[in-house]
């Protein structure tokens, strides 16, 4: 049996993917990696043939691919079932106009659909752009109209939340019960895989930076090797996984570990519908006999506490667990550990780096506290203010060796915002701060910057202030995130109110919701707090998010 110690804790005795970790860093090459990949034989590409089709072509057509699980609502798709409506949605698209190159976003919930609807789109060598399913008009309106999006997939629904006359190049919307019952020849089509070159784009993420609206990360087709490693050694997918993911694919750990990685190795996966609920995922673990479980710290500890309700399901399918998105608790480790027999592996990646760069691999010792190591073909760096590496142990800026096959294409039309995570020759720079122990395993410590990290989802404090202070009764507005038990920070708001206001539990409700609403659930802030004056820069007169926070953590501290 595996040990137990509060330091560390080794591996449950099986069969991996990946056994070798120490042996394999020195011979690894990613060509060797992904060489299954039918770019590695023609040069040629295309991410969503790889992703799906290839299974197809292999014979696995009859292959369980998903289930779909929605409140009393069951599901069930083959490969080949959902190579073939992928294929009609590819047909769809093509009839409407859509080109190599041309943005096309998904506003949908977590349905087959909408993982569909992205595999169509980048079928087709156009880019897909997937949104976050409760992104209000402002987020929906800002992201298309950054890199000019010229088709939305949507539902009549979500549609609700599209301001069409306020996205000039939006040309078409196509709701997915439309497409469904679209009649198309598809006689005539026998090259609907647009065949890529790996540099060309396929994939949009919309990220928080610290400053200015979000930034469109744009991926290649060539991530998709990075996706079809990790998918293998990561996440371990093997051929009787069922594989259960528990994001969105409109935030980057939905669709890369979602929806590519593990149909890249072909594993059965999960999708659920819904709000979380602990009684609903844990029956669908129960139900489904989930595997290989991908969720986040929040959420681990939202089911932490609610205690015994565990008691009431069979979660003994499970067999590897993982973690992603914000610092995970030894504490939820240690919880796991004790009420499911199994550990949490703790990964650390980010939307621009296209894949898992630090992670803990089922087959290694972990030490509950640390992200793990670096990635086969990663190189961590330590790094001072001046770029250079510091000693094994020191607190500096977490860094990449460049390249590697998922690091972003660029940052959709502004080359600046790119070239600032480039600062240090040879080196990515993620913003984070770490420090890496004489075994390899490195630990975070914060960020190195004002971005908020709420229940795993990056959240620009810029972007939640320009709403702010779109409110009639808001001046100025400084946003930061608030340390929080379960959700790790929340959003917390200090605002100036303009002459004319008072202060009223009723107003700072209204301001709340006019966030709410305009903007995302998520990014509303929890609290909002007002003051007579913020703190500024004397110079430029820049609101000092960072003596807020410390105002804010001195007050949590001497409570
Ligand atoms: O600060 C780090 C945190 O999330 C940031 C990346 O956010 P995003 O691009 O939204 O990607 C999230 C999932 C890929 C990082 O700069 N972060 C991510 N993973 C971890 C983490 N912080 C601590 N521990 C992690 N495992």
């Given at each position: 049996?595996?040990?137990?110690?509060?330091?560390?804790?080794?591996?449950?005795?099986?069969?991996?993917?990946?056994?070798?970790?120490?042996?394999?860093?020195?011979?690894?090459?990613?060509?060797?990696?992904?060489?299954?990949?039918?770019?590695?034989?023609?040069?040629?590409?295309n991410a969503a043939y790889?992703?799906?089709?290839?299974?197809?072509?292999?014979?696995?057509?009859?292959?369980?691919?998903?289930?779909?699980?929605?409140?009393?609502?069951?599901?069930?798709?083959?490969?080949?079932?959902?190579?073939?409506?992928?294929?009609?949605?590819?047909?769809?698209?093509?009839?409407?106009?859509?080109?190599?190159?041309?943005?096309?976003?998904?506003?949908?919930?977590?349905?087959?659909?909408?993982?569909?609807?992205?595999?169509?789109?980048?079928?087709?060598?156009?880019?897909?752009?997937?949104?976050?399913?409760?992104?209000?008009?402002?987020?929906?309106?800002?992201?298309?109209?950054?890199?000019?999006?010229?088709?939305?997939?949507?539902?009549?629904?979500?549609?609700?939340?599209?301001?069409?006359?306020?996205?000039?190049?939006?040309?078409?919307?196509?709701?997915?019960?439309?497409?469904?019952?679209?009649?198309?020849?598809?006689?005539?089509?026998?090259?609907?895989?647009?065949?890529?070159?790996?540099?060309?784009?396929?994939?949009?993420?919309?990220?928080?930076?610290?400053?200015?609206?979000?930034?469109?990360?744009?991926?290649?087709?060539?991530?998709?090797?990075?996706?079809?490693?990790?998918?293998?050694?990561?996440?371990?997918?093997?051929?009787?996984?069922?594989?259960?993911?528990?994001?969105?694919?409109?935030?980057?750990?939905?669709?890369?570990?979602?929806?590519?990685?593990?149909?890249?190795?072909?594993?059965?996966?999960?999708?659920?519908?819904?709000?979380?609920?602990?009684?609903?995922?844990?029956?669908?673990?129960?139900?489904?006999?989930?595997?290989?479980?991908?969720?986040?710290?929040?959420?681990?500890?939202?089911?932490?506490?609610q205690g015994e309700v565990?008691?009431?399901?069979?979660?003994?399918?499970?067999?590897?667990?993982?973690?992603?998105?914000?610092?995970?608790?030894?504490?939820?480790?240690?919880?796991?550990?004790?009420?499911?027999?199994?550990?949490?592996?703790?990964?650390?990646?980010?939307?621009?780096t296209g894949g898992h760069?630090?992670?803990?691999?089922?087959?290694?010792?972990?030490?509950?506290?640390?992200?793990?190591?670096?990635?086969?073909?990663?190189?961590?760096?330590?790094?001072?203010?001046?770029?250079?590496?510091?000693?094994?142990?020191?607190?500096?800026?977490?860094?990449?060796?460049?390249?590697?096959?998922?690091?972003?294409?660029?940052?959709?039309?502004?080359?600046?915002?790119?070239?600032?995570?480039?600062?240090?020759?040879?080196?990515?720079?993620?913003?984070?701060?770490?420090?890496?122990?004489?075994?390899?395993?490195?630990?975070?410590?914060?960020?190195?910057?004002?971005?908020?990290?709420?229940?795993?989802?990056?959240?620009?404090?810029?972007?939640?202030?320009?709403?702010?202070?779109?409110?009639?009764?808001?001046?100025?507005?400084?946003?930061?995130?608030?340390?929080?038990?379960?959700?790790?920070?929340?959003?917390?708001?200090?605002?100036?109110?303009?002459?004319?206001?008072?202060?009223?539990?009723?107003?700072?409700?209204?301001?709340?919701?006019?966030?709410?609403?305009?903007?995302?659930?998520?990014?509303?802030?929890?609290?909002?707090?007002?003051?007579?004056?913020?703190?500024?820069?004397?110079?430029?007169?820049?609101?000092?998010?960072?003596?807020?926070?410390?105002?804010?953590?001195?007050?949590?501290?001497?409570?």
């Amino acid at each position: 049996m595996a040990v137990l110690e509060k330091e560390i804790i080794a591996s449950i005795p099986g069969t991996y993917n990946l056994e070798n970790y120490d042996e394999l860093r020195h011979t690894f090459s990613w060509d060797d990696a992904a060489k299954e990949l039918s770019f590695a034989k023609t040069g040629k590409l295309n991410a969503a043939y790889e992703t799906i089709d290839r299974h197809v072509d292999e014979g696995y057509g009859n292959k369980i691919a998903l289930h779909y699980v929605n409140g009393d609502e069951r599901r069930l798709l083959t490969y080949q079932a959902v190579k073939d409506k992928t294929d009609h949605y590819a047909r769809v698209l093509k009839s409407h106009g859509v080109k190599k190159g041309d943005r096309v976003f998904v506003f949908l919930p977590k349905t087959p659909e909408c993982y569909i609807s992205i595999l169509a789109i980048i079928k087709i060598g156009a880019i897909a752009g997937p949104l976050f399913e409760a992104f209000m008009e402002e987020a929906v309106k800002d992201r298309i109209n950054d890199c000019k999006g010229t088709v939305l997939i949507t539902d009549n629904e979500m549609v609700k939340r599209v301001p069409q006359k306020e996205i000039p190049s939006l040309h078409t919307i196509l709701d997915v019960e439309d497409i469904e019952n679209t009649i198309i020849d598809s006689k005539k089509d026998c090259d609907l895989v647009e065949w890529v070159d790996p540099e060309d784009g396929m994939l949009i993420h919309y990220t928080s930076g610290s400053t200015g609206k979000p930034k469109g990360v744009l991926h290649a087709h060539r991530v998709v090797s990075h996706h079809y490693v990790s998918g293998k050694w990561v996440l371990d997918v093997k051929d009787d996984d069922v594989y259960w993911c528990t994001s969105h694919p409109g935030w980057v750990t939905g669709s890369v570990y979602g929806l590519f990685a593990p149909w890249l190795n072909r594993a059965t996966i999960v999708i659920q519908g819904g709000r979380f609920k602990a009684e609903n995922w844990y029956q669908l673990i129960h139900e489904l006999k989930v595997t290989i479980w991908y969720s986040a710290p929040t959420a681990f500890r939202m089911l932490l506490s609610q205690g015994e309700v565990i008691k009431n399901y069979d979660l003994s399918s499970l067999r590897h667990v993982l973690s992603v998105g914000e610092p995970l608790n030894p504490e939820v480790i240690y919880w796991a550990w004790e009420q499911l027999g199994v550990r949490i592996h703790d990964t650390w990646w980010m939307t621009e780096t296209g894949g898992h760069l630090i992670v803990n691999l089922p087959a290694e010792t972990i030490k509950p506290g640390s992200m793990g190591r670096p990635f086969p073909g990663i190189t961590v760096g330590i790094l001072d203010e001046n770029g250079r590496e510091l000693p094994r142990g020191s607190v500096g800026q977490l860094a990449i060796r460049t390249p590697w096959p998922g690091l972003m294409k660029e940052i959709w039309g502004s080359k600046d915002r790119f070239d600032a995570y480039f600062k240090y020759e040879g080196w990515y720079v993620s913003g984070d701060l770490a420090y890496q122990d004489e075994d390899g395993y490195v630990f975070f410590q914060s960020r190195d910057d004002d971005m908020i990290n709420s229940a795993g989802e990056r959240i620009g404090p810029f972007e939640v202030e320009s709403k702010l202070i779109e409110h009639p009764a808001v001046a100025e507005a400084g946003v930061i995130g608030k340390p929080d038990p379960i959700r790790g920070e929340l959003v917390k708001a200090f605002i100036t109110l303009r002459p004319g206001f008072t202060e009223s539990k009723e107003l700072l409700e209204e301001i709340r919701v006019f966030v709410r609403n305009n903007l995302a659930a998520h990014a509303a802030p929890r609290e909002i707090e007002v003051l007579d004056e913020l703190p500024k820069t004397v110079i430029s007169g820049k609101i000092l998010r960072r003596q807020l926070k410390e105002l804010e953590i001195n007050r949590t501290k001497s409570n």
